[in-house]
């Protein structure tokens, strides 16, 4: 028997009660929303549904002619500013063909982000409501480490770089602090601006929402955030399944299938978590481990794999990194630099220090305003346990030249071996600067006035040319057709690397890979990486 999935089921509008089928859908939005499909069996196990797979449904759903209404359900959404930001614009696409109604059981920042672009947003009388603003939380391990007997080693360009300060510190310095709190103004502007639009208000007004402490529904109606209040039955009549409209909805879309004959179309690369050499592959799930690993060499091939298919005419470069290794991000940069096809990149929530670095020389570069992104700057580091193998009766002996210890955590660097370090992040900084230089036409003095290792939110960074576009993925097809000529409705593919030669290395696997992917970057010190451990609420 056809089932529609959990997110999605057929009701009928108060008013055709007594119409022959369903003429509304009712969508709950819920969970983390990855931007690209994960593997059949990893979804079905963990219930999840990819933005790329949402995207679809809405489309098959704006073309379907029964449809008079959308009510969609938000709750327990765990997504990211970017991504809220990402998911309002695909309602409001939506919205342009169908009535869409947005219904918050639970009312907060995001939810009323992700509903920002429709006319008509209802909660229930009982709604919860959270609308405090945004802050950011990081947690310190400095002193906890330290009273274990772990220091931590903590080399940096620049200021702003913040990458390892967790580690070594004990408290936030004042430029993490500054470049934080520039972020959150930021991302405040943003979310004013864009919930203020629809329900046309005033921004001064919106912001002294942030500081009214509502706590009912009855507030949100007359501060214009909701347009009603209602519960969902009020709206709808759920009914049972009914086959026909249920299969047009969930039967596999067709367009997907364009590429698969010689149609000219856009390519999609993704560049999804912690950037490194070699190929791609899972790690542990955060906060444990890096989670997905962006390798190099998959990258690579993925790109040049497009660049090989005369039918594909633009790339999409889709980065959602806080990047990693500094060789394994040059690489990514350099195929990028070469393609003779236009390449179009795309931020998703995080596209800073490797995740920049990688895209800096693409052709057209598109940020959330929420993307936090720019953190130009470099990092080496190691923890050091010489003062807990003494309390734990540990003993490492040390033979051989002491450079070829340098990364050891037996004991701290020495000072020609700072020195050497410091040579070395210089050099990469300096390529860095000069790879943004280039692909953004800036001068290096500028590049390096702007990055000191700091942050910006991508509104800030289009106001001083990291990016050209604030938009979402769908911004950034557009351009790509448009920069290779395609007809609006060209066809998109996502891009790996391919099979690979059977027998060769790459099929083997490592038995202690679990826990080497807690430091992903194998012997690579030098890193051009943006922690992702600060908690935007």
């Given at each position: 028997m056809a089932r529609l999935p959990e997110r999605l089921r057929?009701?009928?509008s108060p008013d055709h009660a007594d119409s022959a089928g369903p003429d509304w859908v009712v969508l709950d939005l819920h969970g983390s929303y990855p931007t690209h499909r994960t593997a059949p069996l990893q979804a079905m196990l963990q219930r999840t549904e990819s933005f790329e797979a949402l995207a679809?449904?809405?489309?098959?759903?704006?073309?379907?002619?029964?449809?008079r209404g959308v009510l969609v359900r938000v709750?327990?959404?765990?997504?990211?500013?970017?991504?809220?930001?990402?998911?309002?614009?695909l309602l409001g696409r939506l919205a342009g063909k169908k009535r869409v109604v947005g219904y918050l059981p639970q009312v907060s920042m995001r939810s009323l982000l992700v509903t920002a672009a429709l006319?008509?947003?209802?909660?229930?009388?009982?709604?919860e409501v959270s609308v405090p603003g945004f802050a950011a939380e990081q947690l310190y391990l400095g002193s906890f480490l330290g009273r274990r007997g772990i220091a931590f080693e903590n080399l940096r360009i620049r200021e702003y770089k913040s990458a390892l300060t967790r580690f070594s510190d004990d408290r936030m310095d004042e430029y993490n602090r500054e470049q934080l709190t520039a972020y959150l103004d930021s991302a405040e502007t943003g979310w004013v601006r864009e919930v203020a639009?629809?329900?046309?208000?005033?921004?001064?007004?919106?912001?002294?929402?942030?500081?009214?402490?509502?706590t009912n529904a009855a507030q949100l109606l007359d501060a214009g955030l909701i347009t009603r209040i209602a519960y969902d039955d009020e709206i709808v009549t759920p009914v049972d399944q009914h086959w026909g409209r249920a299969l047009e909805l969930i039967r596999p879309q067709l367009s997907a299938k364009k590429l698969t004959r010689k149609v000219d179309g856009v390519a999609i690369v993704p560049v999804i978590g912690a950037i490194v050499s070699g190929r791609s592959r899972g790690g542990p799930p955060m906060p444990f481990g890096t989670g997905p690993l962006a390798g190099a060499d998959t990258v690579v091939a993925a790109l040049r794999k497009a660049q090989r298919d005369e039918h594909t005419k633009?790339?999409?470069?889709?980065?959602?990194?806080?990047?990693?290794?500094?060789?394994?991000?040059?690489?990514?940069?350099?195929?990028?630099a070469r393609s003779d096809k236009p390449v179009v990149a795309v931020m998703g929530e995080v596209a800073g220090s490797g995740g920049y670095y990688v895209l800096a020389q693409a052709r057209h570069v598109v940020a959330s305003p929420f993307t936090i992104t720019g953190s130009i700057g470099v990092v080496v580091g190691k923890p050091v346990l010489t003062q807990f193998n003494e309390r734990h009766g540990l003993n490492p002996e040390l033979v051989g030249r002491e450079k070829a210890l340098f990364a050891s955590p037996a004991r701290s660097f020495s000072d020609d071996e700072r020195a050497w370090a410091e040579k070395m992040m210089r050099e990469v900084y300096d390529r860095f600067v000069d790879r943004v230089a280039r692909g953004r036409r800036l001068t290096a003095a500028r590049v390096d006035e702007i990055g000191r290792g700091r942050i910006w939110s991508g509104a800030d960074a289009l106001e001083i040319g990291l990016v050209d576009e604030l938009g979402d993925l769908q911004a950034g097809l557009a351009v790509a057709r448009r920069l290779s000529g395609l007809p609006d409705d060209a066809p998109v593919r996502t891009v790996g690397a391919g099979f690979t030669v059977p027998g060769t290395p790459s099929f083997a696997k490592d038995p202690a890979a679990a826990l080497a992917a807690l430091w992903p970057f194998g012997q690579e010190r030098v890193l051009t990486w943006l922690d992702r451990a600060v908690t935007i609420r």
């Open positions: 057929l009701a009928l679809d449904r809405l489309d098959r759903i704006g073309k379907a002619s029964w449809v709750g327990g959404l765990t997504v990211g500013l970017a991504t809220a930001h990402a998911l309002g614009a006319e008509e947003v209802v909660a229930p009388e009982s709604a639009r629809t329900r046309r208000l005033d921004e001064a007004r919106m912001r002294a929402v942030l500081d009214a402490d509502l633009a790339i999409v470069l889709f980065v959602d990194s806080g990047g990693g290794s500094a060789l394994a991000s040059d690489l990514i940069c350099r195929a990028v």
